[in-house]
T-cell receptor, first 117, second 110 residues
Framework: EPEVTQTPSHQVTQMGQEVILRCVPI?????FYWYRQILGQKVEFLVS????????KSEIFDDQFSVERPDGSNFTLKIRSTKLEDSAMYFC???????????????FGEGSWLTVV | GQNIDQPTEMTATEGAIVQINCTYQ??????LFWYQQHAGEAPTFLSY??LDGLEEKGRFSSFLSRSKGYSYLLLKELQMKDSASYLC???????????WGAGTKLIIKP
């Protein structure tokens, strides 16, 4: 079964450093997302990406965050200057369609656990 | 404001049936999802409801009442592997973002 893959599975970084989290969405999917989940808390939407541009972003997704689709398969999340509160599990996800279609499920990757020290 | 409410934790017995409720208040509505999440793992899709009524899929069923802003996930013939958090998420009709509940931790006892 096709799946979303993410690397690294776990990264420890020092405060202020830049981090890039990588994702390979399911190949025929057109919509890509980043979510995060702070330990013990709810899943939070960060950003959605379609047709090589951001379609929506949340308040969390400030100027420190950026996303890119550098080639036909990868989708990356960059945090420019990490803060302690950025420590969380970051999930990449993808879906075939966005609006209304029945069963347009969002499929999640296994997550990248980011620890900022 | 946007709000999704689920019980924090529930306990059930192996082989039994459990119902996990979810109520929501969102500015719009364009579908409700249930996901299962084992500790430290990604959420995995269980069900999707956009019309009122019951959707059955094997041991799992999900119900939606849009007028009441209410859904439930019904799990039958519980197995130990069903111990996980169950996340209710609503697609907001105004901007189509997924709004997530905090999840219900389900503990299955032998």
């Amino acid at each position: 079964e096709p799946e979303v893959t993410q690397t690294p599975s776990h990264q420890v970084t020092q405060m202020g450093q830049e981090v890039i989290l990588r994702c390979v969405p399911i190949s025929n999917h057109l919509y890509f997302y980043w979510y995060r989940q702070i330990l013990g808390q709810k899943v939070e939407f960060l950003v959605s990406f379609y047709n090589n541009e951001i379609s929506e972003k949340s308040e969390i997704f400030d100027d420190q965050f950026s996303v890119e689709r550098p080639d036909g398969s990868n989708f990356t999340l960059k945090i420019r200057s990490t803060k302690l509160e950025d420590s969380a599990m970051y999930f990449c996800a993808s879906s075939e369609a966005w609006q209304g279609a029945r069963g347009n499920t969002i499929y999640f990757g296994e997550g990248s656990w980011l620890t900022v020290v | 404001g946007q709000n999704i409410d689920q019980p924090t934790e529930m306990t059930a017995t192996e082989g039994a049936i459990v119902q996990i409720n979810c109520t929501y208040q969102t500015s719009g509505f364009n579908g409700l999802f249930w996901y299962q999440q084992h500790a430290g793992e990604a959420p995995t899709f269980l069900s999707y409801n956009v019309l009122d009524g019951l959707e059955e899929k094997g041991r799992f069923s999900s119900f939606l009442s849009r007028s009441k802003g209410y859904s439930y996930l019904l799990l039958k013939e519980l197995q130990m592997k069903d111990s996980a958090s169950y996340l209710c998420a609503v697609r907001d009709g105004s901007n189509y973002q997924l709004i997530w509940g905090a999840g219900t931790k389900l503990i299955i006892k032998p």
